[in-house]
């Protein structure tokens, strides 16, 4: 297959949703993709869609009643048929129209919002699945080309400081606010694009999990243009 990331050792690529979520993750593999060049007019179905809020929630009641163009339609299509089959696997997917997330601007030496290199945790066996079908699409990045910030020693000072409790409360602490889930890239770190139009299932942080968790982030925007991306 000639794609972009089929010779990525972080990455697995497959060509069907069975393959996407009966593939295991293992070594330095945490991501897998169903890599696929999706037909239709995504950018249709942004155009006509409401944007209540930052982030708002599309249901599919929302898609049917969209009047599209047969290109539009094609698109609708696909973005339906992707909430089925994940909903009809267990999974909750959430598709959503992004202008943009919250940022976390309370500490000035550690971010830990979405656009800040971060992995997901769960307390139950499960992936992140996702998929980008307009607008700029996440970045994941191989786990020896970060440092967890928490490990940082100037970061780590301030976030004692920021304790002021017991030194034995101090790692639950971090746990608590989700400090230790976020990632810094190294020197010379090649972050890799997801891309749009794939459908990639994410290696999240779970006690049975036998790789290191992905790590990835949401992409700063593009002027004047949402996203349109299916999360679960």
Excluded at 47 to 53: A, C, G, N, P, T
């Amino acid at each position: 297959m000639n794609n972009t990331f089929s010779d990525n050792q972080q990455i697995g690529v497959v060509s069907s949703f069975s393959e996407l979520v009966n593939t295991h993750f293992q070594g330095a593999m945490n991501a897998i993709c169903w890599y696929r060049s999706l037909d239709g007019d995504f950018k249709e179905i942004v155009s006509q869609l409401q944007l209540k809020e930052n982030v708002t929630e599309v249901s599919i009641d929302d898609l049917l009643a969209l009047q599209l163009s047969e290109k539009g339609d094609q698109a609708r299509q696909t973005i339906v048929r992707d909430l089925q089959v994940l909903t009809d696997l267990g999974a909750l997917p959430s598709l959503n129209l992004l202008k943009c997330y919250e940022r976390d601007e309370e500490l000035d030496f550690i971010s830990t919002d979405v656009y800040s290199y971060h992995v997901d945790r769960s307390p139950v066996g499960t992936n992140t699945f996702l998929c980008t079908y307009h607008g700029a699409a996440s970045d994941i990045i191989p786990n020896d080309q970060v440092e967890q910030k928490i490990l940082i020693p100037e970061i780590r000072e301030k976030l004692k400081e920021l304790h002021d409790g017991p030194e034995e409360e101090f790692e639950d602490f971090l746990k608590e606010y989700f400090f230790d889930l976020h990632y810094q890239p190294k020197p010379n770190a090649e972050p890799v694009n997801l891309g749009q139009g794939h459908l990639w299932r994410l290696a999240v942080d779970h006690p049975t999990q036998k790789v290191l968790p992905c790590v990835h982030k949401a992409p700063v925007e593009n002027d004047g243009e949402y996203r349109l991306l299916l999360i679960c």
